[in-house]
């Protein structure tokens, strides 16, 4: 057996990964939040001085990734290999966002799980001897997200409480083969999980098994208990997911709250912005990991973190063809010590 | 520099995993083709059983990897993760036909060239040092494909003789740390490469280019000329793009059409199908690879191959807004030797 491998599906990185450059860029409302002194850009302009929502998804991406790249005093040509992907149709926010760079590109799909498993990939391929900095891109754009997935924003829809906010933003994160940290240390892939929700307005409920499934297996594989991390953070799972993953460790006889947050409550203060269960998106986590997370364990704020990112794999097609939520969740293991 | 990066952009793989399985499942148009005789399961139906064709499409996929498991003598628990994508919005061709089997997954999105960037991902994690087993999966369905990205069948819209069928099936492969062969030997991840191409009915050309840039950089990378192959195979740039690409080799001063094949020419026989330009869909070069191609390997027909999968990564959205369609190439060389 491959000796990488520890336990049934967690992957230990003998050479880990020190991040090298980070950066999100954000729309007005984020920029509103708790963690706006975290952005590294926050525009007032939800198109980003293009012509539709789509582009202006593709322009946070194109800011974040410049950035980065400017914090980490790269060129494009120095990054040996790009992962990135979106929640739009066909991933086209990074295609177009990363089409310039002429970056050797791997797209993903992995819904709101994407920054995780981005991060994951380019931490591998770093670590497999592959290459010597590799980059995890991803976005989301509240606007184009609701035409898409739900109602055009002009139809005024209401939204159920247990809805989430799409969080509009881009986070890049630059891994490099050495660094003075923070490293990534382990990777958990997730597998599916479908509990059966079929409420599109519900993705917590949905998403928070798959975390489960992989924090548990995650904590089984290294053999540790939650305390082996100072904060144990999922992606999206918003008020009510967080709850249901707090409550399925509980029955364990685990109590997982108090090392648990989520970038969905963090990103956004329910008490006075208008977000329902929390916010969304593969640019919720992203921009609070390479953000808040990241520059607080430069801070010392935290030495070990498990980023969890959750993704809700269903289509507006499969839901109206009456299937439920697949979800999926990555767990990838930060570290202030190599 | 990672001594596993050779040249610009090209892995090389110091321990090259083995194909253990690999199978196919396509529709009738296909089963009426010339390359009837190397796929695993033909099927006359297109629902396959199913009430939808999005169902179907998921439906191949399962039937793929059951065949591709069953030839590997292996349970879905013995392999240690998937890399899986395909056409269909938030990939859900793949998610739900993966939905059961409780394998680590990785989602991928490449448009047409998800089966080299899935088994390239595959070979990689392998390589690594991560897993033993991994497998690559796409799918792709005529009837989806075409109501999502152009228009629903009962409109009865002409095609022009630029427009590509896209193939109704499934591949699966299996890729494992040992065995004998055929081997990955080196993978080339392509850059989004746009010539300005606006046509979503002409999608050869938009990606010819990118076959092209990806082709040219990883027989640059390695230093060897196009006669290190006995067959350089494209996904399915189809009879227009195939030319433009010969063409573009040509202007170099090398003669690849005695070399080059294309996935999308070899499925249909365009003399007695109707499938205009050729076929195309992630589909096309899962079911030639995992049929035809590794086949024709084990019979010793051919001993290297450089297998370059083609996607033209656009949406209807991008299209409707007047973008352009960015192309991208992965390119996953494949021997007999160890």
Redesign the interface.
Known sequence: ?????IGK?T?AL?NPPSFAGHACAVGKKEGDGPLRDSFDFITQDPFFGE??W??AESAFVKKAVSLALAKASLAPTDV??VFC?D??????GT??G??E???????????CSTMA?TL??AA?????????KAMAVTSSHFCSAER?FRTPLEYGGQRPPSAQWTVTGSGAAILS?DGPGPYVKFV?????V?NGTTDANHMGAAMATAAYDTIKTHLEDRGVGPDAYDLIVTGDLGAIGSRILCDFFAADGVDLAPRHADCGLLIFDRKKQDVHAGGSGCGCSASVLCGYLLNGMREGKWRNILFTAT?A??????TQ?G?SI?S?A?AVAISCDK
Chains 1, 2 share one sequence.
């Not at 057996?1 to 491998?5: G, P, T, V």
């Not at 760079?101 to 819904?111: C, D």
């Open positions: 057996m491959s000796s990488k491998l599906q992957f003998w012509k539709s789509e582009k040996n290999c992907g929640l739009l149709n066909q991933c086209t295609t177009f990363m089409r760079l002429g970056i050797p590109m791997f797209g993903v799909y992995g819904a498993e994951a990939l591998l391929t770093i670590d497999g001897g592959f290459t010597d898409q083969i958990t892939p997730g597998k599916i479908d993704g794999l269903l289509s507006p097609t499969t063809q299937e697949p999926i990555c």
